[in-house]
């Protein structure tokens, strides 16, 4: 172990960590701008809002290619592999200290360590967003701008319609998994070392 604390996040997973980052940030506010946006004050011009929207949509997917590969051929993989073991009983620990422990001032339940970067109820969300709403939205967003792709009746409704409204649901969750993943990394004695921590790649251990 470091002075500097736990040696956690490799360069790759940082370059990937930013870039993804700021791609959802921009499909997000893209997204919202196209389908709220006021048609005579838009938050952005409709043309602009799509040209960005393609272009981070573009980005965002094959980032997550290379996140995929390289983090099956990593150490990393292993942090998304849950302990089924009690799973329940930990998720149900951890969201306590979530809403009342950590208000109260109590340790964490399950410390971050060089095994377990997450903790369970981390791990199931990232396990979720990761593996089943990302993969939604990329091939989503695929076919959305291929729309000769999709087949013209899914379900009964129009294939355009139904991959919409799959994209839909697949950003507005991952969106939702944002605003939470910001306010997790904020918890903490020191909240800006969270932040910084995916720079240095390194994780304080003061607040074990």
Do not use: C
Request: charged share 10%.
């Amino acid at each position: 172990m470091s002075n500097q604390g736990l040696y956690l996040y490799p360069v790759w997973l940082r370059i990937w960590h930013g870039v993804n980052a700021l791609g959802i940030i921009l499909l997000i506010f893209t997204g919202i701008s196209m389908q709220y946006g006021n048609i005579d004050y838009p938050l952005l011009p409709f043309k602009v809002s799509v040209m960005i929207h393609n272009i981070s949509g573009i980005v965002v997917s094959i980032g997550y290619v290379v996140f995929a590969i390289a983090n099956h051929f990593s150490n990393n993989a292993k942090q998304y592999v849950p302990n089924y073991k009690g799973f329940g009983q930990r998720i149900m620990k951890q969201t306590t200290y979530y809403v009342f422990g950590y208000f109260k001032g109590e340790p964490k339940p399950f410390p971050i360590t060089k095994d377990n970067k997450f903790n369970p109820l981390q791990r199931l969300s990232y396990i979720t967003v990761m593996y089943i709403f990302v993969p939604l939205i990329v091939f989503t967003g695929v076919g959305l701008l291929y729309p000769e792709l999709i087949f013209s009746k899914i379900f009964n409704m129009g294939g355009v319609q139904f991959i919409a409204v799959l994209h839909a649901i697949a950003g507005f969750f991952i969106s939702l998994f944002l605003i939470i993943h910001l306010y997790v990394a904020s918890i903490g004695k020191h909240p800006l070392k969270n932040y910084s921590s995916i720079i240095t790649g390194y994780h304080s251990t003061e607040d074990h």
